[in-house]
């Protein structure tokens, strides 16, 4: 029976099978058969793994899973000042070297570092040598004068005394007098005083120092108002004006509110850039001479955003922004940084309602389908 079931299936394999396919050794037509079904199994994918193809759910799953997830928050604009932040310094707004007008040796000292003096008191005082003498001798020579003067006038009226006379004796009193009133000055200016109330800062001298015409004897600096100054860039100094309302937050945290007092019209030679200065009220002499600050000048008001500087990405091009989520889809958009703090940044430039990714943006590119994850607005800061 077997025999000739072998026989009938030789027979029909030898009726279908080519003569060029009969005339090769068995071994070559095992051989190739088995490629022949291979590279239909390839071209074709009939044959599946167990035997079935994946159904459309088990597809929809697999495209799902590659979908990347990002967290967004979503932030809604609101109105606020843009503000020029600049590094600066605080300085004193009348700061003076006071000086000697004449010479002499330090006779006195009327005060100590840091004391607080009033306007005209006494800071050095220098010994007068032989300057009353002279005063006194300046006097004495108008009170002659004025005599001689009386004298020529009473002449001249009972005709004894030509107009040029009078004229002479005229002009020699008021050159006594001129004299008088130079020793009184020369006098006056050995005791060196304060120009306006302040605090002596610093002091240039001890008794028995000789001081000469122009020699420094203490600093004296008004308490009120103070200034905070910086520089603004090419850029910035068109937006700010004098009057503008301004802030200065000194490194010790203190805050003082102030207003620009004035803006340079002519730029620094080496860093081109411009002088402002911002006029603080210091009622109870706190502010110290060169302490830094960062001032605040609110330029404008405009729609912004408060997000985490982390939340800040950069694109190809370098350009600073944030990456968004609409439909889906992330976006790229840029920002503007206009103002700065410890608890995050102000950016303008997004739509007044967007969701921005705070969680995966450098992951993500723009244009790639996302899932979101919505989280709170705070979240973001």
């Not at 210091?282 to 997000?307: F, M």
């Not at 940044?345 to 979101?372: C, R, Y």
Request: overall charge neutral.
């Amino acid at each position: 029976m077997f025999a000739r079931l072998k026989s009938l299936i030789e027979g029909a394999y030898a009726r279908v099978m080519p003569r060029f396919w009969l005339a090769m050794k068995p071994q070559y037509q095992w051989a190739f058969g088995i490629a022949i079904v291979v590279t239909l199994w390839l071209a074709t994918g009939i044959f599946r793994a167990g035997g079935a193809a994946p159904d459309g759910a088990a597809a929809q799953a697999k495209t799902a899973a590659q979908i990347p997830s990002v967290r967004v928050a979503a932030l809604n604009a609101v109105l606020r000042d843009a503000t020029i932040t600049v590094k600066g310094r605080t300085q004193a707004l009348h700061e003076v070297d006071v000086r000697a007008e004449v010479e002499g040796v330090v006779k006195a000292l009327h005060f100590e570092k840091g004391d607080h003096v009033k306007r005209g008191q006494v800071l050095c005082e220098i010994k007068l040598n032989d300057r009353g003498a002279r005063a006194d001798q300046a006097r004495a020579q108008v009170a002659q004068a004025g005599k001689e003067l009386q004298v020529a006038e009473d002449l001249y009226k009972d005709g004894f005394r030509s107009k040029t006379q009078l004229a002479q004796a005229q002009a020699t009193y008021e050159a006594a007098k001129a004299g008088a009133a130079t020793m009184d000055i020369q006098l006056a200016n050995t005791n060196i005083r304060a120009p306006f109330d302040g605090v002596v800062d610093d002091r240039y001298v001890d008794v028995g120092d000789y001081m000469k015409v122009g020699d420094k004897c203490a600093m004296v600096i008004a308490p009120e108002p103070f200034l905070a100054v910086a520089t603004l860039s090419e850029q910035e100094v068109g937006e700010v004006a004098v009057g503008n309302e301004a802030s200065a937050t000194l490194v010790t945290g203190e805050t003082v509110q102030g207003r620009v007092r004035f803006v340079a019209d002519r730029a620094d030679q080496t860093t081109r850039t411009f002088r402002v200065e911002v006029e603080l009220p210091n009622p109870d002499g706190k502010l110290r001479d060169g302490v830094s600050a960062d001032i605040h000048i609110p330029v404008k008001r405009l729609y912004a955003q408060k997000i985490s500087p982390g939340v800040l990405v950069l694109d190809d091009s370098g350009v600073v922004g944030v990456r968004t989520v609409k439909n889906g889809i992330v976006r790229f958009l840029p920002v503007r940084i206009i103002s700065d703090g410890p608890t995050g940044m102000w950016v303008a430039g997004l739509p007044n309602k967007v969701d921005v990714i705070t969680v995966g943006q450098e992951f993500v590119t723009d244009g790639e389908h996302v899932k979101s994850v919505m989280e709170k607005a705070e979240a973001a800061l």
